[in-house]
């Protein structure tokens, strides 16, 4: 079955940076497009890029300029390069294949000093 595990959160200081990444299983990765979420406590899910099966990418003004999707086809995995990070970016972050209900657990990112 269609499996996503994302890892590679943490606490780090305004300003820093973490990499995401999401392993995929259990279907053809290189055929799907897919999108990292996020969600802050008490707040929506919002979507914030997308990578299509092609390459080519998307992002939410929340993050333009400042976030990097990409994805390994090889592995089966998706990542986010995320840098100068602010607080208002602390959520738990998901990857999820496009227009499908599948999605990962999470992995929780902190930006606090």
């Known amino acids: 079955q269609v499996q996503l595990v994302e890892s590679g959160g943490g606490l780090v200081q305004p300003g820093g940076s973490l990499r995401l990444s999401c392993v995929a299983s259990g279907f053809t990765f290189s055929r799907y497009h897919m999108n990292w979420f996020r969600q802050a406590p008490g707040k929506e899910m919002e979507w914030i890029s997308k990578?299509?099966?092609?390459?080519?990418?998307d992002y939410a003004d929340s993050v333009k300029g400042r976030f990097i999707i990409s994805r390994d086809n090889r592995e089966n995995t998706l990542y986010l390069q995320m840098d100068s990070l602010k607080p208002e970016d602390t959520a738990l972050y998901f990857c999820?294949?496009?227009?499908?209900?599948?999605r990962g657990q999470g992995t929780q990112v902190t930006v606090s000093s």
């Open positions: 990578i299509n099966n092609n390459g080519d990418t």
């Open positions: 999820a294949i496009a227009n499908r209900p599948d």
